[in-house]
């Protein structure tokens, strides 16, 4: 199936370092939405985004939407070892309740 | 429990068995969505739900795969003749608007 390019696939970081990763599409979204998903659990949503150009922060976490409506960001600032996980990226076109998402980011934190 | 629930948590079936996984979203969502995950993958978009109208099915992967669901209640992915390559989590979710979806805890599914 359709899935988001998603990057980077996979990093490991120092405890107390900012990390950013990012989601491109090729089609035009109304909608992005990130999510984090635990080994074993399902997808936790983290963030919303509902307009080209909004910056929206949930504590450490800071995500955008592109003003191309093409892309997104996810930024997570002073990462602690509980950051460790899979974030996905997902997103929708107008008319449609189908979301395609992203590859995943796979985040690893070295305390 | 307020949230998205599914059942059974895990599955393990022979090849070519038929399977049922269950979704209970969460009350009042009108929309429902079934993906799959393979391991270490993405999630695979599969069917979804939006109160009475037709069901998009564009990601179903073969005819073997069919879902149901009872009005804005559960709903039930079934697998029959299941071959390896259907090994994978089971993953629901369930939203009351376009914004934004809610994913239960998964469905794990091995087939010997």
Same mark, same amino acid.
């Given at each position: 199936g359709?899935?988001?390019?998603?990057?980077?696939?996979?990093?490991?970081?120092?405890?107390?370092?900012?990390?950013?990763?990012?989601?491109?599409?090729?089609?035009?979204?109304?909608?992005?939405?990130?999510?984090?998903?635990?080994?074993?659990?399902?997808?936790?949503?983290?963030?919303?985004?509902?307009?080209?150009?909004?910056?929206?922060?949930?504590?450490?976490?800071?995500?955008?939407?592109?003003?191309?409506?093409?892309?997104?960001?996810?930024?997570?600032?002073?990462?602690?070892?509980?950051?460790?996980?899979?974030?996905?990226?997902?997103?929708?076109?107008?008319?449609?309740?189908?979301?395609?998402?992203?590859?995943?980011?796979?985040?690893?934190?070295?305390? | 429990?307020?949230?998205? +629930?599914?059942?059974?948590?895990?599955?393990?079936?022979?090849?070519?068995?038929d399977v049922?996984?269950?979704?209970?979203?969460?009350?009042?969502?009108?929309?429902?969505?079934w993906?799959r995950?393979?391991?270490?993958?993405?999630?695979e978009?599969l069917i979804?739900?939006?109160?009475?109208?037709?069901?998009?099915k564009s990601g179903l992967p073969s005819d073997r795969f069919s879902a149901?669901? !009872?009005?804005?209640?559960? +709903? !039930?992915l079934t697998i029959q003749r299941t071959q390896q390559e259907d090994?994978a989590?089971?993953?629901?979710?369930?939203?009351?608007?376009?914004?934004?979806?809610?994913?239960?805890?998964? !469905?794990?599914?091995?087939v010997?």
């Open positions: 359709q899935q988001l390019n998603q990057s980077p696939q996979s990093m490991f970081i120092q405890e107390g370092e900012d990390v950013s990763m990012n989601c491109t599409s090729s089609s035009i979204f109304n909608t992005w939405l990130w999510y984090k998903q635990d080994p074993g659990e399902g997808p936790v949503l983290l963030i919303a985004l509902y307009k080209a150009g909004e910056l929206t922060s949930n504590g450490r976490l800071t995500a955008q939407f592109g003003i191309t409506r093409k892309d997104s960001f996810l930024n997570i600032s002073a990462s602690i070892p509980s950051d460790v996980g899979i974030y996905f990226c997902a997103g929708r076109s107008s008319g449609t309740y189908k979301y395609i998402f992203g590859t995943g980011t796979r985040l690893k934190v070295l305390a | 429990g307020a949230g998205v +629930s599914q059942s059974p948590s895990n599955k393990v079936t022979e090849k070519g068995k049922e996984l269950r979704c209970d979203p969460i009350s009042g969502h009108t929309a429902l969505y993906y995950q393979r391991l270490g993958q993405g999630l978009f979804y739900f939006q109160g009475n109208s037709a069901p998009d149901e669901r !009872t009005g804005e209640s559960v +709903s !039930t090994s989590v089971y993953l629901c979710a369930s939203s009351p608007s376009p914004e934004t979806q809610y994913f239960g805890p998964g !469905t794990r599914l091995l010997l």
